[in-house]
Each structure stands twice: as structure tokens, then as C-alpha cells.
């Protein structure tokens, strides 16, 4: 079973393109947010869902424990109708940490259906940096196992530079990539499938808020290959090389080759895989008719299997362009031997661009169909028609035609009732805290809160963070959210304040002067060497490169001439 899931998450992969998605050539199919503890408990998903950045939304799960705020975003997002994945923030050093890390993650996530990939986020270099590469990529390896035996699509979430130095990603090809990079262009010179490029946006009210683009349509390959919680769908082979093209103008059917000018066709092409078709409407008004064009394609089913075994038929369907108003697009199931006919399951009107999954039920059929039993279906008709007038291209795919079965529902045994004798259970022995837990509670009561907290608190937040590391996995259960979720506040707070502070003073005299000019500039001339910490500080212009632009703004702020750098913003 796990042989056959990674070959069916391979072939997803190379199919859908996640191996092979260069920012310049792919086209975005989805803008979406990821969110997590810091944005609060009091998300409006209904007006993520109508924002133009609402089509999906990755969702912290697991960080030092569960995220608090996960379980709330997950139910109120998909009550709002948000496509969902999920990320897992890592920080175990050894494969026994990563593994318990997943498995608490596994137990968060369970129940749950998730439309986008589960991710292993990887980017503290202060916990990874020192462990060598290939230790690093190991660790990613055995998370993004343990996900997909679990049946789970996994990724890999990082930024650039983190890719580029601690990880290696040709490694990981098995797994799709999430990159971040906030420079308005991707760096990570490897195949991903989304971008993070900016962690500013604001979302449905949400304001700071990370921004996404997904370069993959990701919700048809979890419910067709029965990933990340969704139950998988049979293929239902049809004929696509001899469906009927018909087109209509008015009530009349005519010709397909006379009905256009030059400037118009009605064509197909073999997209998406084996089984997709397009039909393109190229100024279908250039007939001088147009205002009721209307085109439509006839599969007929190649499968021999009585289709009243199943309890659903279900497909996807790609629209070009918006259809509101008078656009209209119509199913039908046909049981007999002609083309036409009226057997109407479905139709619709308002319709947004993009891919929208259809699924029929087998009693619906019964209402459409001179049966009850949809045995004698034997075609499946997909109409188009315009009767308000457009121009230019419009077409529609139509894709992964599927069926599948409700669950068997089992009914519960009645429960026998013995009567027994009261049972006095032993009270439970109360559990003693752990020496490490009272002194890391002690040390945080020392510390103002995190919004609080200033520079001269490094040391103590330092010592904080080695107290938290030093307990054992089993006795951080003692700790409250609360506390887990203040010391990685407490981390990141100091981190961005040691990170602004620091700016400019290259020397690490504790002034920002001429001199810092100086080594920045020898520095870009390859006439002196810097320290990491040295390149950070030298880097304020924002453009990820030390140069003279870099000495320039640092000799205007030792003068006066400006009181922020460039990067502050």
C-alpha cells in the first residue's frame, strides 16, 4: 500500500507539473494567505474567501506543540468555503525529535481534509546551521516520509538563502517546495510549486498577513488520489478521440465550419492529461449571431461496468472567464443513441474563473433520466452558450471523470450490558513538575510580555530558550500554550530587535560612523573579509548585496542626513 501511494504521488507530481514550475513561464492558478497563532483567534474567513487573495489558506499546525488557533481556523475556513493546508514548524535536531514532532502533528491533523499539501517548515539557522547539510536534508527526508505514509502530501517550506546553504533540495525532489522570497523575484534556482513573496499583505482584515502564489491546482490531485484525508475516486474511462462537436445558433444546429468567420473556431486539444478536452470560442459574435451561440461536446462512456454500481459520477471543469448573467453551462446524461436530447441534470449560470469540481449523486440521475436507475446512461453532455454576447477567447477543459461509492454505513451492535460490581479505582499518583519546568516558569515570570520586552531582556530570553531546549520531550506536556507560545514570541522579539539595532555598526563599537563606511566599502572592493553577523549588519539598502550603496546610506546616517535605513522601511 505505501509502494503504491508514492508511485501515485510521483506520477501526480510529474503530471501536474510540481516538478517543473519556473516563476517566469508558470502561470498562477490560486493567490492565497498563510496564517497562524500570531494573527489571532478572530479571523473573518467569509471575507478571506471573497478577497482576491482567498483562494486558499496554509495553516499552522504544529510549533512547539499545537498551534492554539488551528483548530478554529480550520473549521471556520472551511465553513467559508477557504480551500486548507497545513505547515508544522520544526526544530528537532535528532531523527527521535523530528519523529515525535511529526507524530504529535499527525495526531493534530487527523480527521481533517486538507485541499493543499501538509508542510514541514525548515528556516531556524540558529538550530540548524551547525549541523552540516546533509544531517538537515535527512531530517526534512524523514518528516516528509513518515507524512506521505500516513497519507499525506508532503512539502517543503523554506526561504532562499536557508535552501541554498543548509539543505540540500535536489534531495528532496520527491516533495513539492514551498519557497519564500520577499524581493519581488525568486532566487531558489530549483522547481517549486508555490511562492511566499511578501509577509505585508492584508487579507480580509487581516493586516500583517503573509501572500502567497500556488502555481498547481492542487484540489483536484488530493480528491482524486484520495490524499490528505479525502476518499479516492475510481477513474471512469470515456472516449474523448470521438465525441460529437455540435454547435447552435438560435435553436438550429448548423455546421461547425461554416458557422464561424476566419476569425472564429470551435476546436479541441488534449490538455491536462489523457482525458481532458477544450473547446475554445474564438469572437463567437463575428457570425453576426452570435447572441445565441452556444457549442457543446458528447462523450460517450468506453467503460462496459454497469454504472449502477456507483453512488456518484463526478468531473472537473476549467472556465476561462467569468460567467454571469445570460452564460450558461449545462450537464446532461443521455441514454439513448442520439446526440441532442433534453435529459437536463444541471444547470448553471454564475460561475467564477477557474476549476470547479462537479458531484452527482445517483439519485439526482433518476430525475433526469426516464429511470430511476442510471444503468442506461450511456453519454455525458457538457453545453456552453453565450446568449448575451462576448468577445475574444473563452473555453472551458473538462477533466478527471470519476466515480465512486458512499461508505458502507455500518450500524453499531446494540451494546450488552453486564452488570458488574463498583470498581474503586485507585486515586492517580499527582504528577511532581519537572525541576526544569519550575525553573523556566521562574524564569519567565521574571520577564515583562512580549510586546514588553526590550534589548537589555536578551540575556534573560537567551537563558529562557536554554532552559526550554533542556527539557525532556515528555515533560514539556507540563507546560501550558501559553508558556510555549511566549518563549517563541520571546525569541523572535529579541531577534528583530537585535537585528534592527545592529544595523550599521559594522565595527560592533557599539556607534554607527564613518568607519563602518569605510569597512563596507573595502569590503565590496575585496579589500578586507566580514563576519556574518558583520554582512547583516552591513546590508541596509535591502537589496540583498553589500556594495557602495550600502556605504553611501551608513556615511548619511553618521552625519545626520537620514535617521532610518533604507530596509526599516
Known amino acids: 500500500m505505501k509502494r503504491m501511494l508514492a508511485v501515485l504521488l510521483t506520477l501526480a507530481l510529474v503530471v501536474t507539473g510540481l516538478f517543473v514550475v519556473p516563476a517566469s513561464a508558470a502561470t498562477v492558478v490560486a493567490e492565497g494567505i498563510d496564517v497562524s497563532y500570531w494573527q489571532g483567534p478572530n479571523i473573518n474567513w467569509n471575507a478571506v474567501a471573497s478577497h482576491s487573495h482567498g483562494d486558499f489558506a496554509i495553516l499552522r499546525a504544529y510549533c512547539y506543540g499545537k498551534d492554539s488557533y488551528f483548530d478554529i481556523n480550520y473549521q471556520r ?3 467559508a468555503g477557504v480551500p486548507v493546508g497545513a505547515y508544522c514548524y520544526i526544530y528537532g535536531t535528532t531523527t527521535a525529535a523530528v519523529q515525535a514532532e511529526i507524530n504529535a502533528l499527525l495526531s493534530v491533523i487527523q480527521g481533517k481534509q486538507f485541499e493543499y499539501p501538509i508542510y514541514i517548515d525548515i528556516e531556524d539557522t540558529a538550530t ?23 497519507g499525506y502530501f508532503a512539502g517543503v517550506y523554506t526561504y532562499t538563502s536557508f535552501a541554498a546553504s543548509y539543505i540540500y533540495m535536489d534531495q528532496l525532489t520527491n516533495y513539492t517546495t514551498w519557497i519564500a522570497d520577499y524581493r519581488g523575484y525568486v532566487g531558489y534556482t530549483g522547481a517549486y510549486a508555490m511562492w511566499q513573496y511578501g509577509c505585508e499583505g492584508s487579507v480580509g482584515g487581516i493586516s500583517p498577513v503573509d501572500v502567497n502564489y500556488s502555481y498547481v491546482d492542487f ?13 479516492a475516486s475510481t477513474a471512469y474511462p470515456y472516449d474523448v478521440d470521438t465525441y460529437t462537436k455540435m454547435l447552435y445558433d438560435g435553436e438550429n444546429k448548423v455546421n461547425v465550419s461554416t458557422a464561424f468567420s476566419t476569425t472564429a473556431s470551435l476546436s479541441d486539444t488534449k490538455t491536462q492529461g489523457d482525458h481532458s478536452l477544450k473547446l475554445t470560442f474564438t469572437n463567437p459574435n463575428a457570425n453576426g449571431n452570435g447572441s445565441k451561440l452556444a457549442g457543446m461536446a458528447v462523450f460517450k462512456f468506453t467503460n462496459t461496468a454497469d454504472l449502477s454500481k456507483y453512488d456518484y459520477i463526478r468531473f472537473d471543469v476549467y472556465f476561462s472567464r ?91 451492535e446494540p451494546p450488552v450490558v453486564e452488570p458488574e460490581p463498583p470498581v474503586v479505582e485507585p486515586e492517580p499518583p499527582v504528577e511532581k513538575t519537572d525541576p526544569k519546568v519550575e525553573e523556566f516558569r521562574e524564569l519567565m515570570n521574571g520577564l515583562p510580555a512580549v510586546e514588553d520586552l526590550e534589548l537589555r531582556h536578551a540575556d534573560d530570553v537567551a537563558n529562557l530558550k536554554d532552559v526550554y531546549d533542556s527539557i525532556e520531550e515528555d515533560k514539556k506536556a507540563q507546560l501550558t500554550q501559553e508558556e510555549i507560545d511566549y518563549v517563541i514570541g520571546a525569541v523572535e522579539k529579541i531577534n528583530r530587535l537585535e537585528y534592527f539595532a545592529n544595523l550599521g555598526d559594522v565595527t560592533e563599537d557599539g556607534s554607527v560612523d564613518a568607519k563602518d563606511a569605510l569597512e563596507v566599502l573595502k569590503f565590496a572592493v575585496g579589500k578586507n573579509l566580514l563576519t556574518e553577523k558583520q554582512q547583516l549588519a552591513a546590508e541596509v539598502v535591502g537589496d540583498n548585496e553589500i556594495n557602495a550603496k550600502d556605504a553611501l546610506e551608513i556615511l548619511k546616517y553618521a552625519v545626520g542626513k537620514i535617521v532610518k535605513f533604507p530596509i526599516e522601511g
Open 77 to 79: 475556513a472551511k465553513d
Open 219 to 231: 484540489p483536484p490531485i488530493m480528491k482524486s488520489l484520495g490524499l490528505n484525508g479525502f476518499e
Open 322 to 412: 467569468e460567467m454571469t448573467g445570460s452564460n450558461g453551462f449545462q450537464i446532461n446524461f443521455i441514454s439513448d443513441n442520439t446526440e441532442d436530447g433534453y435529459n437536463c441534470l444541471k444547470a448553471v449560470n454564475d460561475f467564477k474563473a477557474g476549476w470547479h469540481s462537479f458531484d452527482i449523486k445517483r439519485t439526482d440521475i433518476g430525475k433526469a433520466v426516464s429511470s430511476a436507475d442510471w444503468s442506461n446512461v450511456k453519454k455525458l453532455r457538457f453545453a456552453w452558450w453565450n446568449y448575451s454576447g462576448i468577445s475574444g477567447e473563452t473555453y472551458f477543459l473538462i477533466d478527471n471523470v470519476r466515480v465512486a461509492n458512499d461508505p458502507p454505513v455500518v450500524e453499531p
Open 128 to 150: 540548524y546551521a551547525s549541523l552540516g547539510r546533509q544531517t538537515v536534508t535527512n531530517l526534512v527526508n524523514t518528516a516528509c516520509k513518515m507524512l506521505e505514509e500516513a
